[in-house]
């Protein structure tokens, strides 16, 4: 009962959020929305012990293939992203197999190579992907009413309460697939890959499970994106991205998993509006990558670590 | 009466974009302003990240020409003298962000008008224009077309000014006759390559290999550079780079002993490419852009108000920081200033069509018509006359101006042929 209580608070937070927030907040409250998505799905891949670096790349696949079909093809938008996921999904399987030959450092440094082909092909062919430009005119969502609401979606509100739906509904996705038998297998795939394996675990297929279900989310984020702000080009999706991403994951550590999220909220609400409103606008580099280094050396396991020391002073109490 | 509508262009399209900007523009803040507030004015352009050297300097070339409009008393509207006052929004040319930065500026700030670099960020802002009729102005008029009706482009012609640097190029050393092109694969640089074919095919020289592509993200050019030089060519030239690929380019052509003409869009922080190689190396570079306190920007045809003035404030206070765009968000303002008082508003329709009226307009170099149907769909350039720069004894010079339409008269025909070749016209963009 506690619990349904707690769930319906939060619930509620999030309905009136946004309205607390002013119109440039709500727009970074709609990107904030989507990067929590990105980066969860990939915290998944990490459970697996493999960190990728074309994670975005795979995440503009869902962008690009949504927006494709729905200008191309007239897809219905919402089935568009859908399928842009499945499309991620489907791409990260064709890139496990060489990738998935490498491990570690090396599956690093061969999914960076991968990205980099992916963004090439973008920019190489200006038909169908429109080359460096990208796609310009993506169908926005179509507004519809629900009786009670009227869902405008130039407005970051009506955005943001469709972009949240989706992105709870995948996050808890999310949460039952690392809570079932399967996630717990990722996990052996990480900590224990020999024992895994003598015990009849296929790593690779495991592997490659944990890559293509995070890509499809991420794909999912990567349409989300595409069709909020009408236009994609290979730029929207490169390695300054990844970084963010990378950065959110361990400065909010990922042993948990909420830890991702938290990295993301705070570093996004400190670079986006703290630093901005502070009038630090054109120090922002400097001063984000002096608390990064700083967050790092005082809080080597991220801050999902001052979370837990509270949770366990509370339960001790 | 429906039919009356119609022929007068009500279609069902412009019909629901009025009675959008009816619905969004309810929960606007109001333009209108009360005896000596301030008029806000928009900056939304890089200032952090790659891009920064076309966002920056213009900012601090803002900030001085307000100081000087403040001294002076402000604008003056109907209703009296307002100061001006610049809000600047970093968008870091992310679409997404300038957006948001849009957003901020229109909605919270209440802005009067928006300057841009334009580029990979206007597609992001278009939305919000279309929705607001929010009066915008951008750097690149190849973020013009019918669809960007309140879209201008009325300082820089970029790219089609480059023609006049390689007609300079070619009355000047008739021998060059084969030269390599090299670009960044993005937004600023396709355009461009596009514009450079035309031009040297225009003056019959002869493009050696493909116009070679590279990657945004690249930092080491010296491949690139090799790979130039194995044609031989007698000319380099590096395009619409920006400074970053510029310097380094430079850099690895010196290194590598190359000794024949370079042109390019830009010089940016020219002194430092001179400090990287060698006053005689960078001898004869021919570039778009003056230091404005050139003899040639005193001349009667010039409508940049004390451009020597506002070079040597600029220096003083930024020293080593002049800039391709330092002067150019600055001489947008002289022209919104002077469309606001003539409108004797700030209302951002009642500008434009002041801006627009009579088809012509006082651009920063003399001058010039509202043009463009052919190239963006929307009479929405400024174009006139453009300076041809060359680098002699370490220093820029204005080495003559040269009409921008007189070459479109003549080779118009090229310019459309190359851009459609890259995809570049108003109607293949997207």
Redesign the interface.
Known sequence: MRKALIWIAFGAALIALPHGLSFSQQEILVFLTINILVVSSYRLLTLTGEWSLAHVVIMGVGAYASAMMTKNLGVYVPVAMLMGGIIAALIAVVLSFPLFRMKGFYFLIGSFAAGEIIRLLWKHFRDPFGGAKGIKGIDPMPDFSIGIYDFDFFEPVSYFYFAGFIVIVCLWILWRIERSPVGLTFHAVHWQDKLAEASGVNLRAYRTLAFAVASGFAGIGGALLAHYIGTINPGSFDLDYMVFVLTWAIVGGTGTFYGPILGCVVLTILNEVVLRELGFEQLRPLIYGAILIASILFLPNGLESIVQKFTKRSAKS | MISKLRAAGLTRRTFLKST?ITA?GASMPSITLAAGEPIKIGFLAP???AVAAWG?PGLDGCMIWAERVNAAGGIELEDGKHPVEFV???NE????KA???A??LI??DGVSFIMMLGG?TW??V??VAD?TGMLFSTLLPSDLSPDSTTLLAPAEVHPIYLVTGVDYLADTFPDAKTVVICAQ???L??PSVATYLAAFEARGIEVLEEPLLF???TTDFAPIVTRMLSSNPDIICLDTCYSDYVHPICEQLFQQGYKGKMISATADFYDQMIAKTSKEFMEGFIFQFPDFDDPALSGDNINFEDANGFYEEYAKRHPGQWGAVSWEYASIMDLWKAAAEQAGSADPEAVMEAMKEGGTGKHAFGDAVWWGTELFGIDNALVGDWPVVVIEDGKAVIKGFKSIPDWYDQHGDLLIKHMQAY?QMYDQ??
Do not use: C, H, I
């Open positions: 959008a969004v200032l952090t990240g920056k600047s929004y970093d040319y992310d679409p997404a957006r948001t930065g957003t901020k909605r919270e990979d597609p992001g278009q939305p929705k694969d993005d937004a640089g396709l990657d945004p993200a995809n963009r997207g």
